[in-house]
């Protein structure tokens, strides 16, 4: 089946770590998304990449960094830089970058 | 800034009524208006509106854009339990170049009580 899968679910960091949240699709998608949602707030992109080996920063890039070295892969790095990283993280996908997103099931990371 | 606004921010009906809800936008370079409908986790999206006037429809949703008054409505008539959601408005902006990106509302709570 086609779709967008991200992983783990839940996600615990513990103060000065780096985690890695895992977005990956296979609709053939060039354009992938990472945004944050709070509570009570819409959603933030955080990052954003176009085609393979090329990402934009969003409105909230600090603490956090990508990669796009495979076209049905954009994973995110939450770092140690990133103060306030309790969020549900939301990774999307569209044919191009002026498309319909279409959303993983995201992933809930917690601090310990 | 650019910002959306939705109202309300959370709803409470019972099952049977219409509810309406709505989706304020000042944005510098407006392409197009979204509606999703969020869960227990990833928004599903419902509707995508580019034009004034033309309403879209979905079984018992539709929608509507006001390009003049920068606003749009989401319309669910007979609700059901299943219809209970968060319900985000994201409009998307029209850059001069190839970007693309979405500014997302707070989003509607939406609640239906048998």
């Known amino acids: 089946d086609g779709g967008i899968t991200q992983s783990p679910k839940y996600l615990f960091r513990k103060e000065g770590q780096n985690v890695t949240l895992s977005c990956e699709q296979n609709l053939n998608h060039d354009a992938m998304y990472w945004y944050r949602q709070d509570p009570g707030q819409g959603l933030r992109l955080i990052y954003y990449s176009q085609i393979v080996n090329d990402f934009q920063k969003g409105d909230i890039a600090e603490g956090y960094s990508v990669s796009r070295e495979k076209k049905e892969s954009f994973p995110l790095t939450v770092t140690s830089a990133q103060k306030n990283p309790t969020a549900f993280y939301l990774c999307?996908?569209?044919?191009?970058?002026?498309?319909?997103?279409?959303f993983g099931p995201g992933t809930r990371l917690l601090v310990l | 800034e650019d910002k959306v606004v939705q109202s309300p921010l959370s709803l409470v009906v019972h099952e049977g009524d219409t509810v309406t809800l709505n989706c304020s936008y000042e944005?510098?370079?407006?392409?197009?208006l979204l509606w999703y409908k969020q869960e227990k986790k990833a928004p599903t999206f419902l509707f995508m509106l580019t034009s004034s006037g033309i309403e879209k429809k979905s079984g018992r949703l539709s929608s509507i854009l006001d390009k003049k008054e920068l606003f749009s409505i989401l319309n669910i008539t007979a609700t059901q339990t299943g219809d209970s959601a968060v319900y985000l408005c994201?409009?998307?902006?029209?850059?001069?170049?190839?970007?693309?990106?979405?500014?997302f509302g707070k989003g509607t709570k939406l609640s239906v009580k048998p």
């Open positions: 944005v510098t370079n407006f392409r197009s």
């Open positions: 994201a409009v998307e902006l029209n850059y001069g170049g190839s970007q693309g990106n979405l500014i």
């Open positions: 999307a996908s569209s044919n191009r970058v002026r498309e319909t997103q279409y």
